[in-house]
């Protein structure tokens, strides 16, 4: 039968309100010298279930026990009519429910579910025992909550971690969000055929706490800024970071160890290092991460990597023909004044640049073309 949500909430939150309400006011009656106000108090509360569900409580029968010195419990439990196991609301009931476990993905267990309104079970009852029980189940020789764990396996894996277990609506949601994101960004190869497969796979994000919001953030990094960007920048992040194959780099991306942030600096340090290879030259992943936590972004990195391309040749030029005045002008020097605007690197430029002209009594070409270098990409900081 097609399940009506409207009405599952409401059978349900009927049953659960009707064994509470029942159980409580026996409790109540049978406890002893109950006065006649105390028991007006509760008929007053049962008769609001009673009006809200449907179910009778007879209020006349609990008066008239508790005109008595003290209340009899053998007596007093018969005073209240308990829920019944059976007629059309409870068939009906058991029916919605079964349809529910279809729509998880629990068709076997329905067949279970339904068989268990045979064994005096009221509906929400089967439902715990199917979902909690693992005491086995002599039809399948397995706990009668196997499916269902299997099923929702992220949530036990949440409540190990010290995580609140999600609704199983909630829980559905965010597989389907999941799915959504990896086929627009084109990533249908992450799927499978295969529902169980599937499953299993986003069972792991929901266990690590990945959120649909965190989910599409981290597939949008790698996609647009690894993926579908410069083959150079993917294939630099992999020489930076070799345990990663291009196979398994959405992989990395949504792995629970690496953080947004560190995420995100990694691919700014490739960026970086591609920035760099653009120039002809090359830069190890700790310098262009500590240029990334600077903030250095890829576009930035390539007008600096530009500028450290036009006086780097000048400047090791000048160091190899000073060198014995302890002036060293190189890669990672040019890098400092460019990039971190480092005052020391920018005056070991200058000095060389003084030197030439020195020794030759004014400019020479190459103190000219390093100061005019020099010069001319001034004024960025």
Do not use: C
């Amino acid at each position: 039968m097609a399940v009506n949500a409207s009405k599952l909430k409401q059978m349900t939150a009927q049953l659960e309100a009707d064994n509470a309400a029942a159980d409580a006011y026996q409790a109540a009656l049978v406890a002893p010298a109950k006065t006649e106000a105390q028991v007006a108090n509760i008929n007053a509360g049962v008769q609001a279930v009673t009006e809200s569900t449907g179910n009778v409580y007879d209020a006349t029968k609990a008066m008239t026990v508790a005109s008595q010195p003290t209340i009899n419990p053998a007596v007093a439990a018969t005073q209240v009519t308990k829920p019944t196991t059976s007629g059309p609301d409870y068939t009906n009931a058991f029916a919605i429910l079964a349809e529910q476990l279809r729509q998880w993905g629990l068709g076997t267990l329905a067949d279970s579910f339904v068989g268990l309104a045979k064994s005096g079970m009221t509906p929400q009852e089967a439902m715990n025992k199917v979902k909690y029980d693992k005491t086995v189940n002599p039809a399948t020789g397995k706990p009668w909550n196997t499916e269902y764990a299997v099923r929702f396996a992220g949530n036990q894996a949440r409540l190990d971690k010290g995580l609140n277990a999600l609704s199983e609506g909630t829980y559905i949601q965010n597989e389907n969000s999941y799915t959504e994101t990896l086929k627009a960004y084109g990533l249908n190869n992450m799927l499978s055929t295969d529902r169980t497969t599937n499953e299993a796979k986003f069972a792991t994000y929901i266990a690590n706490d990945l959120s649909p919001t965190e989910f599409k953030d981290r597939i949008d990094l790698a996609a647009t800024r690894v993926i579908n960007m410069d083959p150079a920048i993917q294939k630099n992040f992999m020489e930076y970071y070799p345990e990663v194959s291009k196979s398994d780099l959405i992989s990395y991306f949504l792995a629970p160890d690496e953080t947004m942030p560190l995420l995100k600096t990694k691919v700014t340090a490739s960026e970086i290092g591609t920035a760099a290879g653009m120039q002809g030259l090359k830069v190890g992943v700790d310098r262009a991460t500590e240029f990334a936590k600077m903030g250095e972004t890829y576009g930035q990195a390539q007008l600096d990597y530009g500028k450290v391309a036009d006086v780097l040749p000048t400047g090791q030029k000048l160091s190899s023909i000073y060198g014995e005045e302890g002036i060293a002008y190189n890669q990672a020097t040019a890098e400092d004044e460019f990039i971190k605007n480092d005052a020391e690197a920018k005056l070991k430029r200058n000095r060389l640049a003084s030197k030439e002209r020195a020794m030759f009594g004014g400019d020479s070409g190459l103190s000219s073309q390093f100061s005019s270098l020099g010069k001319s990409i001034q004024g960025k900081y």
